[in-house]
Structure formats: structure tokens, C-alpha cells
């Protein structure tokens, strides 16, 4: 499995934009994306890219993060605009499906 490390997480006024991104220890695999959990709540699906460019996105955040993977192979990032109280999380990106690597997580919090 490959090591992620995310990095860009910080403190953000609503309506804001911070870009959140993922280094990986090797490639990234065909599939890979973001996930963030809130303080209190579950482990949620923000969006997924695949190597062929493909991407899909929670309805909470669809047309206010983009995700895009980096121009070397091992970078993944999520560019997020309009951002709300709500989007506050700790945000993790993945790469794979089976098996599944994580990050580490980076702090999104976002004041109203």
C-alpha cells in the first residue's frame, strides 16, 4: 500500500476556497479520492477521480470542489470554493479500493 499525506487544511471563512492535497509514496491508483468526517458523525464520501479522468462528487459539495489529480502521478487535490460552516471536517484522501490506503487526515474548518 502506498503512504498519503495531505496537506492545505486550515481555517477559512464562509464562502472561502482553500485547496486541499494529497501526496502519495508512489503512484496513486486508478481510483482515488476524498473522504471527510465531521466532529460527531460517520466517515463520508466527498469524491472520487479515476485515472481516466472520471469524476464524481457528494451532492453536498458538486460544484463547489473540484478534484483533480496533480501532474506527477502521486499527487491527488481538492480544490474547494464556497465553502460552508458545514464543511468543516478533518478531510482524508484515499487511494484504491482493495485494498484501501489512507492519509493521515488535514483539519477543514470553516467559521461563519
Known amino acids: 500500500q502506498v503512504q498519503l499525506v495531505e496537506s492545505g487544511g486550515g481555517l477559512v471563512q464562509a464562502g472561502g476556497s482553500l485547496r486541499l492535497s494529497c501526496a502519495a509514496s508512489?503512484?496513486?491508483?486508478?481510483?482515488g479520492g476524498w473522504y471527510r468526517q465531521a466532529p460527531g458523525k460517520q466517515r463520508e464520501w466527498v469524491a472520487t477521480i479515476t485515472s481516466s479522468g472520471s469524476r464524481a462528487y457528494a451532492d453536498s459539495v458538486r460544484g463547489r470542489f473540484t478534484i483533480y489529480r496533480g501532474n506527477a502521478e502521486n499527487t491527488l487535490h481538492l480544490q474547494m470554493s464556497s465553502l460552508k460552516p458545514e464543511d468543516t471536517a478533518v478531510y482524508y484522501c484515499?487511494?484504491?479500493?482493495?485494498?484501501?490506503?489512507w492519509g493521515q487526515g488535514t483539519q477543514v474548518t470553516v467559521s461563519s
Open positions: 484515499y487511494s484504491g479500493i482493495a485494498p484501501m490506503s
Open positions: 508512489g503512484s496513486i491508483a486508478d481510483v
